[in-house]
């Protein structure tokens, strides 16, 4: 995992440091145990091209602010380009799908309610065991995230605009 740049760390937690597959490089910033819930954050980086299947969140809502690279996000009936400095919400229950631009991306997440982080850390690899040879384990990452009130609508590369006619920009 050498290739991947290196995340802010919380110094009191060293070891909440993830990998989910070879896609994204998470480090958790504030937990939800430790805002009573309201919120956690986390430093992210997806190398160029990654992109998450599309999804929506029906118990927390996301914001991502970009401090490198780009990210092109689609969220109910909008698309857009964040590039460093830019900030984005994506509502709760909208589909939604992120892809790194050509040269990654390194973002910010805080959700609030809290659940991000519970999701990454219950279902991601710890970075100080992962290898480049580490891949998703997408029945775990599943059956969480299904857990937390996530909802799958399609595979990476998918958009809200791939979504059946009739189907609503908020679930």
């Known amino acids: 995992m050498s290739h991947l740049p290196s995340l802010s760390t919380n110094p ?9 597959g070879q896609e994204l490089r998470i480090s958790i910033l504030t937990s939800s ?19 998450t299947p599309l999804h929506a969140h029906t118990r927390y809502e996301e914001r991502l602010w970009v401090s490198e690279g ?19 919400t994506i509502p709760l229950s909208v589909p939604h799908a ?10 910010i997440n805080i959700s609030s309610p809290a659940g991000f982080a519970e999701l990454i850390a219950r279902a991601g690899t710890p970075l100080h065991l992962a290898t480049d040879a580490t891949a998703l384990d997408a029945d775990l990452f599943n059956a969480v995230a299904a857990e937390m009130g996530d ?7 998918a958009t809200p605009a791939d979504l059946p006619p009739g189907h609503s920009a908020r679930l």
């Open 12 to 20: 009191a937690h060293p070891d909440r440091q993830y990998v989910l």
């Open 33 to 51: 145990e430790e805002t009573e819930g309201r919120h956690d954050v986390t430093d992210s980086f997806m190398p160029a091209g990654a992109a």
């Open 70 to 88: 780009s990210l092109t996000v689609w969220a109910g009936d909008e698309k857009v380009t964040l590039r460093s400095g830019d900030f984005f």
């Open 98 to 107: 992120i892809a790194a631009g050509a040269d990654g991306a390194r973002a």
């Open 151 to 157: 909802i799958l609508l399609g595979p990476p590369g």
